[in-house]
């Protein structure tokens, strides 16, 4: 696929989530910190595609669906409803959603099997090895990980089982080099370090040709051609990207967001979107994703998530408990994108009393109920501005810089990090103007510094959108802004006086734990 001008163009993915089960806190957290650097973009003035999906093959769920009374087909729909349900529940904005049962998909991904076979890059041979049907990846002899009682396993723990059928492969070996170039030429490419570091020493190690189909069962795409044989899962899987552009269509209109500019996926996939994937698309000739950046996992109250232990999060449940902008918020804020992460009832609780309701709730709530009280609602012009007013404009009028910056490097931590500041500095501010106080003293100067306050929440406001979108529209609305106001750009554009503004209502009440 040609390469595009892609200045004002912005493509992500998150994985495409195998459906093994129901949709926990993890998966949750990869939708909404894609739908944040997707929304952020958005109100950027970029043109944004976003695509995520169900990856609905493999051995693991032909299995799960016999177990359940059910065929493939009719499982893979109920367990992909439940992610697309659950992207409603936390207003993920997806453009695209990829059902890799869907035609379209199994098109594009025949396409992409035969160009690479074309390019002489697949082979028929046989394969004899360790296969984890759990984790749906070969194992090789060096990874298996020997238990007390002599077994071995996957690295992961999975158990592994002793394979050997006709299969063709992929020339991986040939790659090695290739990759280990991209990596030195593009240190952007795979990110954070940690997983970056990892995905180097394993290439270095040498690289095995691919097994990239199977005969022993046949839920998945059949192969070219030849269909005793199914794709591997992966193959399979990975080639949703392209079909949420149109491959192998290049006048697709959606062709244009080629190549994605980032695929956000959890850690424990990394090797198949920064080995595999690559791999697969140069051997294609189709130009490669940008970056591909692998996030940490999530834990419940410092222990990790198991059905066995019954701490699996169900992430409706937090939203509806604590409000779904609460939960998007306290997922982005806890801990640096990229790392591990813990989910624990009391940090959900003290970040939302004390970040949500006090820092940025009161804030608007007692500025706003000024403005009602003592201006009859009306929002007053810019005044003449003294030194602690520009000082305090000027940290707002950065905010979409220094935010952007930080986006750019996916640091949405470090992003929050920076509004945060903000807030605390306009906190001060009022604090030390004492607007209350200036009513009598002074009228005129208590409305200057009420409408500072107004223009700094509009700009913490208008910047916090990708991340609490319904109670920053509503804050948008408590402060006068216009639906067509509510982009970046806007924000160079001063909020004309005289508008009436509606009556100021909290956002965000305190969470007061009930009594057991």
């Known amino acids: 696929m040609k390469r595009v001008d892609m200045t004002r163009r912005f493509t992500i993915t998150t994985p495409i989530f195998y459906v093994n089960g129901a949709p926990h806190i993890g998966h949750a957290y990869t939708s909404i910190a894609a739908d944040v650097l997707a929304r952020f973009h958005r109100l950027n003035g970029e043109e944004v595609l976003f695509v995520s999906g169900t990856d609905e093959h493999g051995q693991k769920v032909e299995q799960t669906a016999v177990a359940k009374g059910m065929e493939p087909q009719a499982y893979a729909d109920e367990v992909s409803a439940s992610f697309r349900q659950m992207q409603k529940d936390m207003a993920i904005s997806t453009d695209e959603f990829i059902r890799t049962t869907e035609e379209r998909h199994k098109g594009a991904a025949k396409a992409l099997w035969e160009k690479v076979t074309a390019n002489g890059h697949i082979y028929l041979g046989a394969y004899e090895g360790w296969y984890s049907t759990r984790d749906e990846a070969f194992i090789g002899e060096d990874e298996l990980v020997k238990k007390p009682d002599g077994t071995f396993v996957?690295?992961?723990?999975?158990?592994?089982?002793?394979?050997?059928?006709?299969?063709?492969?992929?020339?991986?070996?040939d790659f090695q080099d290739r990759l280990l170039k991209l990596y030195e030429d593009n240190p952007d490419f795979i990110g954070p370090v940690g997983p970056r570091r990892e995905i180097e020493s394993f290439v270095r190690q040498g690289l095995r040709d691919l097994s990239v189909s199977r005969t022993s069962f046949k839920w998945g795409v059949p192969v070219p051609n030849d269909p005793d044989h199914v794709m591997y899962v992966w193959f399979d899987a990975l080639a949703n990207y392209l079909t949420?552009?149109?491959?192998?269509?290049?006048?697709?209109?959606?062709?244009?967001?080629?190549?994605?500019?980032?695929?956000?996926?959890?850690?424990?996939?990394?090797?198949?979107?920064?080995?595999?994937?690559?791999?697969?698309?140069?051997?294609?000739g189709i130009d490669l994703p940008k970056s591909v950046?692998?996030?940490?996992?999530?834990?419940?109250?410092?222990?990790?998530?198991?059905?066995?232990?019954?701490?699996?999060?169900?992430?409706?449940?937090?939203?509806?408990?604590?409000?779904?902008?609460?939960?998007?918020?306290?997922?982005?804020?806890?801990?640096?994108?990229?790392?591990?992460?813990n989910f624990s009832r009391r940090s959900m609780i003290t970040r939302t009393n004390v970040e949500l309701a006090n820092d940025l709730g009161n804030l608007c709530q007692r500025t706003l109920s000024q403005v009602a009280r003592n201006l009859d609602g009306i929002l007053p012009a810019r005044g003449t501005l003294t030194e602690d007013d520009q000082a305090m404009l000027a940290m707002a009028t950065l905010l979409p810089t220094i935010m952007s910056e930080q986006i750019e490097r996916k640091a949405i931590t470090d992003a929050l990090e920076?509004?945060?500041?903000?807030?605390?500095?306009?906190?001060?501010?009022?604090?030390?103007?004492?607007?209350?106080?200036?009513?009598?003293?002074?009228?005129?100067?208590?409305?200057?510094?009420?409408?500072?306050?107004?223009?700094?929440?509009?700009?913490?406001?208008?910047?916090?959108?990708?991340?609490?979108?319904?109670?920053?529209?509503?804050?948008?609305?408590?402060?006068?802004?216009?639906?067509?106001?509510?982009?970046?750009?806007?924000l160079e554009t001063l909020l004309p006086a005289g508008r009436t503004l509606p009556k100021p209502e909290g956002l965000f009440p305190r969470f007061v734990e009930e009594e057991a």
């Open 418 to 490: 920076e509004v945060w500041k903000v807030i605390r500095a306009a906190n001060s501010y009022i604090d030390r103007q004492a607007p209350w106080a200036l009513k009598k003293t002074d009228p005129e100067r208590m409305a200057d510094v009420l409408r500072v306050l107004v223009d700094m929440i509009r700009g913490i406001a208008t910047m916090l959108q990708p991340f609490m979108p319904d109670t920053m529209a509503k804050m948008l609305t408590q402060l006068g802004v216009q639906d067509d106001e509510r982009t970046f750009a806007a």
């Open 154 to 173: 996957a690295p992961s723990g999975a158990p592994v089982e002793r394979v050997k059928e006709p299969s063709y492969f992929f020339r991986l070996s």
């Open 293 to 341: 950046f692998a996030h940490g996992w999530w834990t419940v109250e410092g222990e990790k998530m198991s059905k066995s232990l019954g701490n699996v999060l169900d992430p409706k449940a937090l939203a509806d408990e604590f409000g779904l902008d609460a939960l998007r918020f306290f997922l982005m804020r806890e801990v640096p994108f990229g790392g591990d992460s």
């Open 244 to 284: 949420a552009v149109g491959y192998p269509d290049l006048d697709d209109p959606r062709a244009k967001f080629w190549p994605a500019n980032i695929h956000v996926v959890g850690k424990e996939i990394a090797r198949f979107h920064c080995v595999y994937w690559p791999a697969f698309l140069m051997a294609a």
